[in-house]
């Protein structure tokens, strides 16, 4: 019996496990993956026109920074905090996801 439990049990996992890589679902939120160059370049134009909040994840970082993005040359950023106090200088490069706040 016992072998019959930890055999279904491993067919789960493995189900399961498949099943997430096919459709790239992700259950951990920690795991964000790494958005295409593309589509963060055209993120951040829809930000810059519409000015609108955003919350950025980055490559080298495990925490999230909100706020305005300006430009302030062709590839660098810089992100302003709603209040006005944290102000980071970002690269393209350096976003590993970023979204509407």
Do not use: C, H
Request: charged share 30%; hydrophobic share 35%.
């Amino acid at each position: 019996m016992q072998n019959k439990q930890s055999y279904l049990s491993e067919i789960t996992k493995t189900f399961i496990n498949n099943y997430d890589r096919f459709f790239e679902i992700v259950r951990n939120t920690r795991q964000i993956k790494q958005m295409p160059t593309f589509q963060i370049n055209y993120f951040i134009k829809q930000t810059l026109e519409n000015n609108f909040p955003v919350t950025i994840e980055f490559n080298d970082q495990d925490v999230e920074q909100s706020g305005y993005l300006s430009k302030i040359s062709d590839d660098r950023y810089l992100l302003t905090s709603d209040d006005n106090r944290l102000t980071r200088i970002i690269r393209v490069a350096e976003i590993k996801a970023i979204r509407k706040y």
